[in-house]
C-alpha cells in the first residue's frame, strides 16, 4: 500500500476527487476525539494481543506508537492533512508509519463504524461528569446564597404580576429544584451513555475471536451492546443529552430572565457587579446585563442544536450511514456552550447584590396578602368561594380609593363582611404572611431552613 493511498482504496480505481475529500472529511471538528480514539485502540491492542491476533511484541510496538502519537497531539506537534478524512483514519496512518505492518493489524475486529461510536460515548461520558461537576457548584452557591436571604422578603409573581411575599430565599431554592432536576436527568443518561459498542464492527460484528468483556473492563464500562446493528446506528444517547442539556439551558436561561428583570430600574431588586455587566458604546449612564441575556440567547442555539440531531436521525434506515458523521458539531458546541453557561454563571451568583429594602416595599405593595384576608374569612367560618369575593370587591374599592387594604378602616372593611374585627390587620402584615406558609415546600422560614438542612445533608450525584 502506497502512504498516499487511502486505507479503504482497494476497491477503486480512480482517486477520491479533491472536492469530495474537503466535503466528506470530518477531520476539522472530530479531531478532539483523539484521546478517547487512541485510548479504544490501546484496549483493542491489549485484546488482540490476549485473544492471540497480535505478538506480544507486535502489541508493544503499537502500544508505545499509540502513545508517542497522543503525546505528538498534546504538544500540538501535528498538522492535518484533508486527505486523512477523520481522526480514526489520521491515527491509523500516522501508526503504519511508525510501526509498519504491525500497525496495519491494528484493525482487526473492528470498523470505523463500532470505532466513532465508541469515541464518543468515551468523550460524552468524561463531559456529563464535569457538566454535573458545574451543576453542583450553581446549586451549591444557590444554597449558601439562600441562608444569607433567609429573611429577605419579596414579592412572589404569577403572570409577571405580583401575587403574594415570599422569601427570597424560597425562590433562590426554586432555581436550585430546577437545576436538581437537570441533574437527575443527566446522571440517568450517563447510564444509556456508559454502554460499550466495540466489537460491532461494521454493522454484523466479526468472526474473530474477540473478547468483548475484556475490552469493556479496560475502558471502564460496566455493559457492552447487544445488538451489532444497533450499537452502530444508535445515537439516541447523544440526542438525549442534547435534549438534557436543552432543559438545562432553559432553566439557566428562567434565571437570568428574572436577574435582569430584577436588574432593571423597574424592579431595582438586584444589582450585578460591575465584573459581570457591560456598558454602552454611546449611552455612559448604561450598565448592561450582558452575561445573563447572553446566557439566554445560547439557550437558542442548544435548542437548534436538538432540532439537528433529531433530524438527521429521523429518516436513517438500518445502520450506519454517513449523515451520521453530522451528530458532533450539534454535540460538542452543546457541550461547549452548557458548560461555559454554567461556570460563568455559578461565579456571577456570588457577585450580585440584592436590595432588601426595595424587595419589602415592593411586597408590601399591589395587594399580595389579599389572599391572607381571604383565608382569615375561611377561618371564620366563610365558604372559600365568598371570602374570595368580597376580598375581591374591597381590592376594587382600595384601587378606586388609592389605598393599600391596611389603609382602610374597621368600618370600610365591615361594608362588606360584618364579622371584620381589629386582628385582620396583622394577617395584612407581609411578615405574618410569609410565616404562616410553613408546610412543606411552603414560603415559611421554618420550611425554608427545613429545606435547607435537607440539601446540604444529601449526597452528591456527582459519577
Avoid at 502489541?59 to 486523512?84: C, N, P, Q, V
Wanted: proline share 3%; hydrophobic share 40%; charged share 30%.
Amino acid at each position: 500500500m502506497k502512504t498516499k493511498d487511502k486505507l479503504w482504496s482497494g476497491r477503486f480505481r480512480e482517486p477520491t476527487d479533491r472536492m469530495v475529500e474537503a466535503f466528506t472529511a470530518s477531520l476539522p471538528f472530530d479531531h478532539r476525539l483523539y484521546r478517547q480514539d487512541i485510548e479504544g485502540s490501546i484496549a483493542h491492542c491489549r485484546m488482540l494481543a490476549r485473544t492471540g491476533y497480535l505478538t506480544k511484541e507486535e502489541s508493544k510496538k503499537i502500544l508505545k506508537g499509540l502513545k508517542e502519537i497522543r503525546e505528538s497531539f498534546e504538544k500540538g506537534a501535528f498538522t492535518f492533512s484533508a486527505d486523512m478524512e477523520d481522526i480514526h483514519m489520521a491515527i491509523e496512518r500516522l501508526l503504519i508509519e511508525r510501526t509498519g505492518e504491525a500497525g496495519a493489524k491494528l484493525h482487526a475486529g473492528r470498523s470505523r463504524n463500532d470505532q466513532v461510536a465508541l469515541d464518543i460515548r468515551l468523550y460524552l461520558r468524561e463531559e456529563v461528569v464535569e457538566i454535573l461537576v458545574l451543576i453542583n457548584l450553581l446549586k451549591s452557591s444557590l444554597v449558601e446564597r439562600a441562608r444569607k436571604e433567609i429573611n429577605t422578603i419579596m414579592p412572589g409573581y404569577t403572570h409577571l404580576q405580583k401575587a403574594q411575599p415570599v422569601l427570597l430565599a424560597h425562590h433562590l431554592l426554586a432555581w436550585w429544584e430546577m437545576l436538581d432536576r437537570d441533574e437527575q436527568r443527566l446522571v440517568d443518561c450517563f447510564g444509556r451513555i456508559n454502554v460499550m459498542p466495540l466489537g460491532s464492527a461494521a454493522l454484523a460484528g466479526t468472526g474473530l475471536k474477540l473478547d468483548r468483556a475484556y475490552v469493556a473492563k479496560l475502558l471502564r464500562f460496566p455493559a457492552i451492546s447487544r445488538n451489532s446493528m444497533d450499537a452502530v446506528s444508535d445515537r439516541d444517547f447523544v440526542a438525549e443529552f442534547i435534549f438534557d442539556a436543552g432543559v438545562l439551558m432553559m432553566h439557566l436561561s428562567r434565571i437570568c430572565e428574572d436577574l435582569i428583570l430584577w436588574s432593571s430600574g423597574e424592579f431595582a431588586f438586584a444589582e450585578i457587579s460591575d465584573a459581570f455587566t457591560t456598558g454602552s458604546s454611546i449611552m455612559p449612564q448604561k450598565k448592561n446585563p450582558d452575561v445573563a441575556e447572553l446566557i439566554r440567547g445560547k439557550t437558542g442555539r442548544v435548542y437548534g442544536n436538538l432540532m439537528a440531531i433529531m433530524t438527521i436521525l429521523k429518516g436513517l434506515p438500518m445502520t450506519y450511514n454517513r449523515d451520521l458523521q453530522e451528530d458532533k458539531e450539534p454535540l460538542f458546541d452543546t457541550v461547549e456552550t452548557v458548560k461555559q453557561c454554567l461556570a460563568v454563571l455559578a461565579v456571577m451568583m456570588e457577585h450580585i447584590t440584592f436590595n432588601r429594602k426595595r424587595m419589602r416595599e415592593a411586597a408590601q405593595s399591589g395587594f399580595t396578602t389579599a389572599t391572607d384576608m381571604a383565608e382569615y374569612l375561611v377561618a371564620e367560618g366563610v365558604p372559600f368561594r365568598e371570602s374570595h369575593r368580597i376580598v375581591g370587591e374591597i381590592v376594587r374599592y382600595a384601587i378606586e380609593k388609592k389605598k393599600e387594604l391596611s389603609d382602610l378602616s374597621l368600618k370600610e372593611l365591615r361594608t362588606f363582611y360584618k364579622g371584620f374585627q381589629k386582628d385582620v390587620y396583622s394577617v395584612l402584615r407581609v411578615d405574618r404572611s410569609v410565616r404562616m406558609r410553613n408546610l412543606p415546600g411552603g414560603t415559611g422560614k421554618a420550611a425554608v431552613l427545613k429545606r435547607i438542612e435537607e440539601i446540604e445533608k444529601s449526597e452528591s450525584r456527582i459519577l
